[in-house]
């Protein structure tokens, strides 16, 4: 298909609908609101369904009820709003549902503010809601990227059958960059070819979708069970890029999203200076790329591992983590809206690596 | 000829269907289910009229109700 | 034309800045380019002011916030007050004269004044003072060829003939100006 | 007794053979069987999906042999939402408590309600939180003892009961809407009647369908079941009067 | 005062009133109902608050709402619950608003169950909720220590001006054991005395209690202002404690809650068959004790740190994090509301050591 | 002009000076100011917390002086529910939009009302979502366009607008609610009673109070702020009727 | 005689007063204030009657109203 | 006495099992032992059975689960054939012989059988089966003083004599019983 110029936010809309997902429920919060504003009069032209929900709380679980039928549903919302889903969250894990929640994060905690930032790193990779559950969480760093992503998130929700979460900065729902569609969208699903979808107790056992076992044997089975997809996850989907990987890099950054283009910028000038740093970019957040990490972040020639985020340190405690003692870890952010530049950045490798600048 | 059939595993012993039947030919009995409790039965089958207002009463639906010929219809259910 | 050129739009709502910047950004990706479009978003946004900024690239673009652009055209005062002093040395900044009656006051800087608001009156439609100065910045960069502008903007407008006749009429005065400031 | 008797009264097939969990009396057991009767006598069963709420009757579905989702506490009509959206061809019905819906649940179910979301709720107001040990509910009757109003509901400090069916029928989308009980054998056959019509109104894309049913809780009201449906037509029904309260063929908005 | 026999759920209720916090917002949750049940009548007695709210998500804003006034407030709950609690936390926290939460955890993801378990560590530690912020996060192992960690609680809420977390399983809130209370309990806040408190702009300027801020360097400067906050509490607030730590120790055993008391009870039992096993339980989980942590677990004798828990393995990524690589890590879990016994700990004891029973 | 002339209208003690970020035209000015004229007159301001909304009115803590509170979208009723428990002699009041009161906020508002809490809400019904860019509310009138409604609110797929006032008048429990306009100034005039009055009723420990306030957004509307007050005339009043729904010194419950 | 200050740096400039006044002696000005509004004034000093319409409809409080002897009390505010 | 003892009361809800475990337990804490009662909670609860386990130590507390206590006191045969497999070897077993008709089967273990239900009868009140039950259990362990659980008893019943009466023979006749059986 021939390349667009579109809003981040758009191109997620409409990524959902070439994934065979013009399912939407949504409430209405800044910076992500045009996506609902996009897909509002964009789904009846593809008999999709979109409904203004009353809340975040019930955008959740409208979702809920959705996903069981077998269709491909999502969501989109901004940091405050997906607090309220963490509830929901966990039982869709806990049901085995598939689902894409897309979170374009903002400055928090609280209200906080309307701009970029990347404070939803915990609550997104840790679980924020209860239980014993993971979501597999991406990180796309462009447009085109985020519309890749959203095909690849229905995909992996179908495949391992749990909640996915994109996680974007206002960044990624507000700018323009050209971007492509695949030239055939994918049909919807058809329910009844789904083995674990509710179409009717017609010719079959009834099928029920829950998360209760009062048993508790049954449900230490059932969180076994999600381990060990948690484990398959980890073994098999893993992603990342490198960037300026190179034998000479003194420094690894890691950073993800948007932050880590900010990076890239950084470490092209810093490269003109003479000064080698290499970018570790984990597409995936769970499952973290850790060996990946663990191999680039431990090799002979670096001296530190640089997590830049857009937060007051989150990623580096999984960075520290993953990293065992290898070596220096060091932390660079800003934080409630306040975007790096790169020249910041460039200034903390100056400082780590004691060159005058 | 209509009558009623109690599932006495279903019965929790609640008593409502007692209470219930217009002709009061329902009583508990002294002995217990599988579960413990003391159970409903039919005292005297002969006078059963087929109501229905046992089984509808039921909250256990542990009451089946048959006839052969003849019934009372009381109301359309 | 350097590898990667950044430009910010500036001015007030209502000026015709996002659109400056979204026009420049497709007819730079349908000439096959890398380019980046990001909006100022927020709470700012409420006071009436509106930018934007632009990054053109031959290659894949990193960071999409620029701090120090390459570039500047700015509309309005509290516009050239904010990114006067933020343009990187060497860089460029169009002026709207119209209504900005100072300068940057730098000295490694080009800088132009280009009265926009009057010639977008001149040519019949006020509305068209941000295709003039779009005209004006590509001719002075070369960052897009003209002839692909036009034709995005013959694209965009196909339907409504007058105003496409009036956007020509920007285009080439803007053109013109450059041409004679430049010379 | 020649030829064979005829079943005029058996367990309904849209119900499974499972013994409820439910305590002795408690009528939780035949509001289950008028649902699954108005199903089978619909021709339903076959395309229906449940959504069970979180309290006594969170294990319904192991009582009916028809699909079923479970909610969180109080979302049951979000997700009948969900569903009924992308499967209009399909019934969806919620079956929740007090507790669940008239407290946790109330926007969600105003907000399903306003929309006209065209699913059906089955209502279940045993005026308590019967699944967590007998707290008070927004349905709690005035001075009704509780385990957290001891010396009875204060309406000084905790408001009189909410009155849903009444509510939810001030608002101008079309819904029926309609308050039962099943204290006595020809409430519940009026019952099954309302079940039945809310069920074929979304059949026939109507509108938003919800019947209201009074019920008992014998375990936290502390008396026997006999003694349990006389309080609700003593105690409750006053309060909350029986009656259809919206209609789209009564021609009321 | 005397020594009485009580139940951890009701003696966690009137340690708030010990603690001048007779102020409690609630929502019923099977297991820990009985709070409620114990101070629907308590709190009358001394003139205190009982709300039953609508919901957990209305509990958490009444608190926010009640706390704002300087008095001290708290509620109960249980996982699902808390999860509801989400959003709010992140805003109190953002306010810099005292709180105090306590979690009788249940088996989770979802509905889950209602046996005990310890599966919100993540959700508890990492922050649920969006953006930059921490809670302080306490894990009693018994009835007496939960009533002194309330009265801890508050006074750190309140030195911190930040939520307080207390976690407990099921069992430590059903379980009675003889339990002190202060003599003199202690007296409720006085407003006017509390200098952020709203008390009505007499006299003063107004004062607002806020998490939004619309300038971005003024929103990150609150979130620094946090994260100054939370190192100062990880300096100065981490607790824990250690059991049979000897010089001879193969294995140290990092486990919180009534799970350490099972630990306790498995350690006892080795030491009789010869194997010197010494346990770390971590007593404030957030600021966890992490130098204490990786001064035992790194000592020479020990072969490998074992994290024992009523989860699917959480607390597990802060030993390894904290460990630096120095030793091996082994996780051994139940979940799901199963309580793991003495015997099945010695067990994975004995298998680390290669021991034949 | 020899003795010094007598102000008879400025600006109330209880405002600040600050100028507001509201849109020229936005009567969201108006009803602050009929607020602070309030806890004014009544002496109320040094004992007063004010509860803000997220919403247009997210900043409203900057134009009084008045000690305030900022709620999470929709919450406001549960803040002040918690302020008031605590603290009965201060006088408390929620400041909340159509999106904030009427959607996500719900189950908080038609709680608060039916537990009769003690503390006064203004509810600000512009229609619309205003802070986030003119998407659609509960409020929103049947064919009206928004960012989420470019045909027109299509009422067959999200409902008619909810009467809020009409609805929560229904509760039992004692309640002061009336609905207001601010489009001409003799309703400004009406308005200023009808707020005055809650707030009465608050210091004397009367009742929960809620005044619905008919406003205007020009700018999501597109309109102008002229236009927009005849918007709110022709277009909202018809189905939003003015007067009193419930009051407690009517001796109706 | 009464009268009317507009604070100029409070207005808008959204016209309502000068909609409302019921003396029509309000006008838009043709400059703009800081905030680059075009902001209400009176025309005709003289003819104000002092009773608070404009005030009372002014959405930003632009609008003090004082007098000196006499008024008409139109209403009571 | 061992340094702890534990005990596990089963049976079904209304015979006294979770009163008999917590007059247990206070009398244990009023000796200065350590003492934690733990109920079963959960869903078998609905069931109608109901059980308690009480750890008294003479020093602080492990785990508060025990999986295969020193004892239990069985009420009913769900209770017994649940907990009759769980005790430790060479523990201790008392059964209500008025309502089980079998025993453990366990020849690793002591076992009594005890009728508290007749005797309860006997003294003239059905529901102090429990009381009995407890004082025969204490008799046989001397985990805590006889003279220590009547006070206890004294205390909590101070005010209802009649009962006070019954609960003192209920005391008496359990630890008779008890006597005899041991000997
Ligand atoms: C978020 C959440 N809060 C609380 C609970 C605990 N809970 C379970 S059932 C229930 C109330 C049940 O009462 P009701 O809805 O009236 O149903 P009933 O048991 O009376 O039929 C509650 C509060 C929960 N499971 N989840
Ligand atoms: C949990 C959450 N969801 C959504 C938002 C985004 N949001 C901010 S204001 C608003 C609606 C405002 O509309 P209304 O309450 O009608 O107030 P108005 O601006 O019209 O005065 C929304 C949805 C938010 N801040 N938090
Ligand atoms: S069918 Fe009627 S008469 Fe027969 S037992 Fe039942 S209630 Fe009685
Ligand atoms: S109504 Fe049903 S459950 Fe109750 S006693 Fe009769 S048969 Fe048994
Ligand atoms: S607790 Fe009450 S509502 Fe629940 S099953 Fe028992 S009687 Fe029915
Ligand atoms: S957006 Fe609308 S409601 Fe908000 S300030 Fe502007 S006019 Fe008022
Ligand atoms: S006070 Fe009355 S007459 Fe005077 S300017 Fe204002 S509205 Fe007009
Ligand atoms: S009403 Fe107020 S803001 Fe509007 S024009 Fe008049 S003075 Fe200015
Ligand atoms: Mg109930
Ligand atoms: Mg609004």
Not at chain 1, 82 to 90: F, R
Not at chain 4, 142 to 150: E, I, K
């Amino acid at each position: 298909m021939a390349k667009r110029l579109m809003k981040g936010n758009e191109a997620i809309g409409e990524a959902a609908i070439a994934a065979g997902a013009p399912n939407y429920f949504a409430y209405p919060i800044t910076p992500q609101s045009e996506v609902a504003e996009y897909l509002c009069w964009r789904l009846p032209e593809v008999d999709g369904v979109f409904v203004q929900a009353e809340s975040e709380v019930a955008v959740g679980n409208m979702l809920f009820g959705a996903s069981a039928s077998g269709k491909r549903v999502f969501t989109t919302s901004s940091s405050p709003g997906i607090s309220l889903m963490q509830e929901t969250i966990s039982y869709m894990a806990g049901a085995h549902l598939p689902v894409v929640f897309v979170n374009i994060m903002r400055g928090g905690p609280g209200l906080g503010g309307i701009l970029p930032a990347q404070s939803d790193y915990f609550q997104a990779t840790k679980g924020g809601g209860h239980g014993d559950y993971r979501i597999i969480v991406l990180a796309p760093s462009s447009v085109q990227e985020a519309v890749d992503m959203m095909l690849w998130a229905f995909d992996l929700a179908e495949k391992y059958l749990t909640p996915v979460m994109l996680i974007g900065d206002g960044m990624i729902g507000q700018m323009m960059e050209s971007v492509e569609f695949p030239d055939k969208y994918r049909e919807e699903n058809n329910p009844d070819e789904i083995e674990w979808a509710l179409t009717g107790a017609k010719g079959r056992k009834a099928r029920i979708c829950k998360s209760l076992f009062l048993n508790p044997e049954q449900l230490e089975e059932n969180s076994f069970l999600l381990a060990e997809k948690y484990k398959k996850i980890k073994k098999a989907e893993r992603r990342c890029e490198l960037y300026n990987v190179k034998d000479d890099n003194k420094i690894i950054i890691t950073s993800y999203g948007t932050m880590a283009r900010i990076c890239q910028t950084a470490i092209d000038e810093l490269e003109g200076e003479g000064v080698s740093v290499g970018l570790f970019r984990p597409i995936t957040l769970f499952p973290y790329p850790e060996e990946e990490l663990y191999a680039e972040g431990s090799k002979k020639n670096i001296k530190c591992v640089l997590s830049v985020e857009m937060s007051t340190g989150q990623m580096v405690e999984d960075v520290e983590r993953i990293m065992k003692g290898k070596k220096k870890i060091d932390f660079f952010g800003r934080t409630g809206g306040v975007v790096p530049s790169p020249d910041e950045v460039k200034d903390k490798v100056r400082k780590i690596l004691r060159i005058k600048k | 000829m209509p009558g009623v059939r109690i599932d006495k595993n279903y019965c929790k012993g609640c008593e409502l269907c007692v209470h219930a039947c217009p002709m009061h030919i329902l009583e508990m009995s002294k002995d217990i289910n599988l579960k413990g409790y003391y159970y409903a039965k039919l005292k005297e089958p002969t006078k059963c009229i087929g109501c229905q207002i046992c089984a509808i009463t039921c909250p256990d639906v542990a009451i089946d109700v048959h006839t052969h010929g003849s019934q009372f219809i009381l109301f359309e259910y | 034309m350097a590898q990667q050129n950044e430009v910010v739009f500036a001015g007030f709502g209502g000026q015709g800045i996002m659109t400056a910047g979204q026009l420049l950004a497709y007819t730079a990706m349908e000439e096959g380019k890398h380019v980046c479009w990001i909006p100022s978003y927020g709470p700012e946004m409420r006071g009436g002011t509106a930018n934007c900024t632009v990054v053109v690239s031959d290659k894949r673009i990193g960071s999409p916030i620029i701090n120090h652009p390459y570039s500047a055209c700015v509309f309005n005062r509290p516009s050239l007050e904010k990114f006067g002093g933020l343009i990187k040395k060497d860089g460029l900044l169009l002026i709207n004269s119209s209504l900005i009656d100072v300068s940057s006051e730098r000295d490694d800087l080009t800088e132009y004044l280009i009265p926009v608001n009057d010639i977008a009156v001149k040519v019949g439609n006020p509305k068209v003072a941000n295709i003039i100065m779009l005209a004006a910045y590509i001719e002075m960069t070369g960052i897009i060829k003209f002839k692909s502008l036009k034709n995005m903007l013959t694209k965009k407008l196909g339907k409504k003939k007058d105003l496409l006749e009036i956007n020509y009429s920007a285009l080439e005065e803007g053109r013109k100006l450059a041409k004679k400031l430049v010379k | 007794m020649t030829s064979s008797p005829t079943l005029i009264f058996k367990r309904p097939d849209a119900m499974s053979e499972n013994v409820t969990h439910y305590c002795p009396g408690c009528t939780h057991g035949v509001i289950h069987r008028l649902v699954a009767e108005s199903l089978d006598e619909l021709g339903l069963r076959d395309r229906a999906v449940g959504v069970a709420p979180v309290g006594c009757s969170v294990l319904i579905y192991n009582y009916f042999n028809v699909d079923f989702l479970e909610a969180p506490h109080g979302r049951a009509p979000a997700l009948a939402t969900g569903f009924k959206r992308v499967r209009p061809d399909m019934i969806v019905f919620t079956y929740q408590g007090d507790g669940d819906l008239a407290s946790i649940g109330m926007g969600e179910i105003v907000h399903a309600a306003n929309r006209g979301e065209k699913f059906t709720t089955i209502f279940v107001n045993n005026a308590i939180y019967g699944m967590t040990g007998g707290q008070m509910a927004p349905t709690t009757m005035p001075n009704q003892r509780t385990t957290t109003s001891p010396a009875g509901r204060d309406v000084n400090k905790a408001g009189f009961p909410i009155r849903m069916s009444e509510m939810l029928s001030t608002l101008k989308t079309p819904s029926y809407i309609a308050r039962v009980g099943v204290f006595t054998p020809m409430h519940i056959i009026n019952a099954k009647k309302a079940i039945k019509k809310a069920f074929r109104l979304q059949m026939e894309g109507k509108c938003f369908s919800m019947v209201e049913v009074l019920s008992t809780c014998p375990t936290n009201w502390g008396i026997n079941p006999i003694e349990s449906t006389k309080w609700v037509k003593t105690d409750m029904e006053p309060y909350f009067p029986l009656g259809v309260f919206s209609d789209p063929e009564r021609g009321d908005d």
